[in-house]
């Protein structure tokens, strides 16, 4: 399978703002901090996303990259391992670079009986301002997110991972708002 054209595709599907302007202004990029209290945070990548648009791009040439197994850390054994990058603010965000986490944000893949959603969680890290406010979303967000996952989900780990969190997602309850195909797409 071509996971390069897949990313490609998806990166540019999902190379979309949330609303007209930068959100980031509202909350000062509070989703692209850097530390959460003490402890320095970084970003899951997806499945063969750093080898198919991130490794040796400028983004990984100034940021530390690490490998996440399933020994280790709460990843499928299906799966293996994923990669786990720090954003560090010295070099800003390369922004066409930007990974599909960053993208997705607020949003996350949801799959219930094979089929695909867009959801937001009720637990929220970021406490994004816009999540009470969805009527200022860009519809063109909304559906280009949605389109880019589809893209994503024919590769069977981001599938497979995209499923576990659901699951996850789900037994604990924690769906807030829940878009189908037919929300999205009309
Ligand atoms: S937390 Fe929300 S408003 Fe702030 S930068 Fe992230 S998506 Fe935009
Ligand atoms: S890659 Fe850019 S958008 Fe993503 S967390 Fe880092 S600074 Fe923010």
Request: charged residues 30%.
């Amino acid at each position: 399978m071509d996971y390069k054209s897949i990313y490609e595709k998806a990166y540019e599907l999902m190379d979309v703002q949330l609303i007209d302007g930068d959100c980031g202004k509202l909350c000062n990029h509070h989703c692209c901090r850097t530390y959460d209290g003490e402890e320095k945070m970084g970003i899951y990548l997806m499945p063969y996303e750093y080898e198919s648009m991130l490794r040796n791009s400028e983004f990984s040439e100034n940021l530390k990259v690490e490998r996440h197994t399933s020994f280790e850390y709460d990843i499928p054994h299906n799966i293996g391992y994923v990669h786990y990058i720090y954003c560090e603010d010295e070099f800003g965000c390369f922004r066409h670079l930007r990974p599909i986490q960053c993208r997705t944000y607020p949003f996350e893949p949801h799959m219930e009986k094979g089929k695909l959603y867009l959801i937001i969680e009720k637990d929220q890290i970021h406490n994004c301002p816009l999540i009470d406010k969805m009527d200022q979303w860009r519809e063109e967000f909304i559906r280009r997110i949605y389109l880019g996952w589809k893209e994503l989900i024919k590769i069977k780990k981001v599938r497979l991972m995209v499923e576990f969190d659901s699951k996850q997602r789900y037994d604990s309850n924690n769906i807030k708002i829940k878009l189908s195909e037919s929300d999205i797409l009309i």
